[in-house]
């Protein structure tokens, strides 16, 4: 089915959630599973430390070659479905519908919460330069 967003409600959501929701473990969290390096490393350290010295070449170079597989795949359907829809993304929509409002969210890395202009607002992690 077409997805049917109502914008003011997500982007006030998406304020808010930055606000409340973002504790320095989140944001750790957030910035350990953006790099897709240390999560590969993680998983190849997590089959090494759990089945021991014995796990061979051969066997981290198949978990490897699935993950990487099924991160493609993910990619792959995650652009179908961003064709189909061609949605505006949540930045953009506090940047245009609350420009000129002062709101109180998540306001950059080292300055925690404060009241910034819609227009100067951005995400945790940067939103790819895309075509909307």
Not at 8 to 31: G, H, P, S, W, Y
Request: proline residues 5%; glycine residues 4%.
């Amino acid at each position: 089915p077409e997805p049917n967003y109502d914008y003011v409600e997500e982007t006030n959501f998406l304020i808010n959630n930055l606000a409340t929701v973002l504790t320095d473990q989140r944001k750790t969290e957030i910035e350990f599973f953006d790099d897709k390096l240390a999560v590969g490393i993680a998983i190849i350290s997590a089959i090494i430390q759990t089945y021991g010295p014995m796990v061979e070449f051969e066997f981290l170079a198949w978990v490897n070659v699935g993950f990487t597989a099924a991160e493609h795949d993910a990619v792959i359907t995650s652009w179908k479905e961003k064709t189909r829809y061609n949605l505006i993304r949540p930045t953009t929509m506090v940047q245009r519908l609350r420009a000129d409002d002062d709101i109180t969210t998540f306001a950059g890395p080292l300055k925690g919460t404060a009241t910034i202009k819609g227009r100067d607002f951005q995400p945790y992690i940067r939103v790819m330069p895309h075509a909307e």
